[in-house]
């Protein structure tokens, strides 16, 4: 049998929703993380930048899909833990510069592309931050998986601790909640630096049309 290339989280959401029967005061029987990773690493093989070690969890991880999979949520001492560890791994801009170009901003949020299969290698990764966020109101699609982001800066301003606060959420979202569904987009090396500081240029710069009231540009 061919293996597949298609994205493993829809085999593995295929399989949490076999067991959306269970009582989820119950653990699922039949489905451990061990099961799953048997399952990931045989349907499955590398093509292109897209590696076999995508399957490999870390300890974060493997918490936050366990209490999916047994639909169980964490402790309050384990996602206390999630969140103090991964506020302890962000790396701000060294000089205190926290905004670029908000112009790149608008780019890196645009694009949906990086980290396929189907792309070379040192390719540009995008944020594709309308999947789950209103941004602007010119852009009419857009999710609502995360809070709209219209009017970001305008109605937060620009202190030391909500430009802290926000980088620290865009670099790894776990920081202030765990097991977010926000990608990681500092610490798992998606987005670099500077792209970073436009997207927070995007959220931030007065100029930016996320601060705007009117659809012009």
């Given at each position: 049998m061919k293996k597949s290339t298609i994205a493993p989280l829809a085999v593995l959401a295929g399989l949490l929703l076999m067991t959306a029967g269970a009582q989820a005061d119950e653990p699922v029987t039949g489905t451990s993380p061990e099961d799953v990773q048997a399952v990931l690493k045989a349907s499955f093989e590398p093509k292109g930048i897209a590696k076999l070690d995508r399957l490999e969890q870390s300890p974060m991880q493997k918490a936050c899909s366990q209490a999916d999979l047994t639909g169980k949520?964490?402790?309050k001492e384990d996602a206390a833990m999630i969140a103090k560890e991964a506020l302890a791994s962000i790396k701000y801009p060294a000089e205190g510069q926290f905004l670029g170009d908000w112009k790149a901003g608008e780019k890196v949020a645009q694009n949906g592309r990086g980290l396929q299969f189907s792309d070379k290698e040192g390719a540009v990764n995008g944020g594709n931050c309308y999947a789950c966020h209103q941004m602007t109101k010119a852009e009419i699609s857009f999710g609502n998986i995360g809070p709209s982001l219209l009017h970001y800066g305008?109605?937060?301003?620009?202190?030391?601790?909500?430009?802290?606060?926000?980088?620290a959420k865009i670099y790894d979202s776990h920081a202030y909640a765990a097991c977010s569904a926000m990608p990681r987009f500092g610490a798992a090396g998606i987005l670099t630096e500077a792209q970073l500081k436009?997207?927070?240029?995007?959220l931030?710069?007065?100029?930016?049309p996320v601060n705007k009231d009117d659809v012009a540009q």
């Amino acid at each position: 049998m061919k293996k597949s290339t298609i994205a493993p989280l829809a085999v593995l959401a295929g399989l949490l929703l076999m067991t959306a029967g269970a009582q989820a005061d119950e653990p699922v029987t039949g489905t451990s993380p061990e099961d799953v990773q048997a399952v990931l690493k045989a349907s499955f093989e590398p093509k292109g930048i897209a590696k076999l070690d995508r399957l490999e969890q870390s300890p974060m991880q493997k918490a936050c899909s366990q209490a999916d999979l047994t639909g169980k949520p964490l402790s309050k001492e384990d996602a206390a833990m999630i969140a103090k560890e991964a506020l302890a791994s962000i790396k701000y801009p060294a000089e205190g510069q926290f905004l670029g170009d908000w112009k790149a901003g608008e780019k890196v949020a645009q694009n949906g592309r990086g980290l396929q299969f189907s792309d070379k290698e040192g390719a540009v990764n995008g944020g594709n931050c309308y999947a789950c966020h209103q941004m602007t109101k010119a852009e009419i699609s857009f999710g609502n998986i995360g809070p709209s982001l219209l009017h970001y800066g305008k109605q937060r301003g620009s202190s030391k601790e909500i430009m802290e606060y926000t980088w620290a959420k865009i670099y790894d979202s776990h920081a202030y909640a765990a097991c977010s569904a926000m990608p990681r987009f500092g610490a798992a090396g998606i987005l670099t630096e500077a792209q970073l500081k436009d997207v927070m240029a995007l959220l931030f710069d007065p100029e930016s049309p996320v601060n705007k009231d009117d659809v012009a540009q």
